[in-house]
Structures are given as C-alpha cells and as structure tokens.
C-alpha cells in the first residue's frame, strides 16, 4: 500500500511540475519570439511568443508566463496596438504583484523587479501613447511602490515616532 501511494505521489509531481526538458522548450519559444521581435517580425514574434505562452502556462510556470505576456504587450506597444498590448501587460503585472515577497536572496529579488520593471515601462508608454496621463501616472506611481515594497520585505521596520517641541 505504501509503494502504491509513493508511487502516485512520484506521479502527481512529474505530472505537475515541468522536466527540464519542457522548460528549455518553453524559454527557446520566448526567445525566438525576442529575436523575430527585435529585427521587426511582428506576426512571426506573436506565434512563437503565444506558442510560449501555451508551454508555460501548460507547465504552471508563472514566472515564464509572465514573462511571455510581457513580450507580446511589447509586440503590440512597438507595433502602436494599444489596445491588444494593455491586457498583456495587465497580467505581466498582476503575476508579478502575486509573487511579491516570495523570493528569498537578494540577488533573485533584484533580478525578478527588473524584469517585471519592463511590464510597467509598456503599460505606461501605452497609456501616455493614448493620451490617458493620470492612468499612466497611477501605473509610474504603482511600479515605484511594489519597488520600495520589495526592498522593505523582510527587513525590520522602525518608525520613530517625533514629538512636537
């Protein structure tokens, strides 16, 4: 009975999580899309990137699947479809925001804030391309806090409390 139950167990976790394999298939996806992306390949970029988008979400891996949206919001921003990039780049950041506080070294942190950095930058360039000025200052003013957020996580706090004289 207890092989049975190891043996599903082993099961559940090759099925839930991605080989190795499936996560280089994943990334060489989103860098070909990268690579049509910067020599100007629009409609070419999008079907790697949305192929990578299906690998990663297929293999629950929610750092390459938000990374993914965030290359396509930027295949439509460079291509002025605003509308199409907003929801991309609204789910980069709703995925960065859900992992916030989950990375433990430092290094990790500042390489994750820098790459979810780029979601922000895109939604900010489309809403200023659109003439939506506030909303694109509520979205500056969003990236500025989740940075500060990221770099006070874990770190003991004091505020001194001033009395007036």
């Not at 049975?4 to 976790?13: A, M, N, V």
């Not at 991309?88 to 995925?95: L, N, R, T």
Request: proline share 3%; with cysteine; charged share 20%.
């Amino acid at each position: 009975m207890l092989k049975k139950i190891i043996s599903l167990l082993i099961l559940s976790l090759l099925l839930t999580h991605p080989t190795h394999a499936q996560q280089q298939n994943c990334t060489a996806l989103g860098n070909e899309g990268y690579t049509l992306e910067q020599q100007a390949k629009y409609p070419e970029a999008l079907q790697k990137d949305e192929a990578a988008l299906a690998c990663t979400r297929q293999n629950h891996d929610r750092k390459g699947e938000g990374t993914t949206l965030n290359n396509i919001g930027w295949v439509y921003q460079k291509q002025a479809k605003y509308e199409q990039a907003i929801p991309y780049f609204e789910q980069a950041i709703a995925i960065m925001e859900s992992r916030r506080g989950t990375l433990e070294r430092d290094d990790f942190k500042t390489s994750f804030i820098g790459q979810y950095m780029s979601a922000y930058r895109g939604m900010i360039s489309v809403l200023v391309a659109q003439n939506e000025p506030l909303e694109a200052f509520h979205y500056v003013q969003r990236a500025k806090s989740r940075t500060f957020l990221e770099q006070l996580h874990g770190q003991p706090l004091s505020v001194a409390r001033v009395s007036a004289t």
